[in-house]
T-cell receptor
């Protein structure tokens, strides 16, 4: 079955440190992958998707089909990056499958 | 467009009571999704509709949960009777058939069952 795994429930870093939020998926075909972010008291919103190959708020994510990973990275974390991050997969259906999420805490 | 609208934003009720959560999707969107968010299980898909028709309700926990979409601009998620373990944040999301599978989320309803 298709699955998205985010192994870390909590990731804490200091401001200016690099950040990598891990996401692995299980699917043999060509998935569409997303990162969603939920800031405190705000709704879940799309951060980026792999087909766009874009950088949003300094974050990037590269799809690695060999390792079935879609890790989210940022070279220098900011306090305003503190939020809940969800990796999600879509595969030839209408649905998104979400990981369990990683809470990122950036300390000053 | 105000985005996906959910009401109420907060609901506190007692065990055994009926709870109804409401959602208005973005105009023109033909998919609507209901999710439940908990600390332990993250974001779980409960049910989704396409053109007002339920497509997949395999995520609905049990018969106490039901969802309807009487028209393109309104959906309800009902829990009857409610139990303390139903306490969670319930999100509604919508998307269009066109383009990618990006879903647009509402602000959520925080449900507390005492």
């Amino acid at each position: 079955a298709q699955r998205v795994t985010q192994p870390e429930k909590l990731l804490s870093v200091f401001k200016g440190a690099p950040v990598e939020l891990k996401c692995n998926y299980s699917y043999s075909g060509s998935p569409e992958l997303f990162w969603y972010v939920q800031y405190s008291r705000q709704r879940l919103q799309l951060l980026l998707r792999h087909i766009s190959r874009e950088s949003i708020k300094g974050f990037t994510a590269d799809l690695n089909k060999g390792e079935t990973s879609f890790h989210l990275k940022k070279p220098f974390a900011q306090e305003e990056d503190s939020a809940m991050y969800y990796c999600a997969l879509s595969y030839n259906t209408d649905k998104l499958i979400f990981g369990t999420g990683t809470r990122l805490q950036v300390f000053p | 467009d105000a985005g996906v609208i959910q009401s109420p934003r907060h609901e506190v009720t007692e065990m055994g009571q009926e709870v109804t959560l409401r959602c208005k999707p973005i105009s023109g969107h033909d998919y609507l999704f209901w999710y439940r968010q908990t600390m332990m299980r993250g974001l779980e898909l409960l049910i989704y509709f396409n053109n007002n028709v339920p497509i997949d309700d395999s995520g609905m926990p049990e018969d106490r949960f039901s969802a309807k979409m009487p028209n393109a601009s309104f959906s309800t998620l009902k829990i009857q009777p409610s139990e303390p373990r139903d306490s969670a944040v319930y999100f509604c999301a919508s998307r269009t058939t066109q383009g990618s599978n990006e879903q647009f989320f509402g602000p959520g309803t925080r449900l507390t069952v005492l």
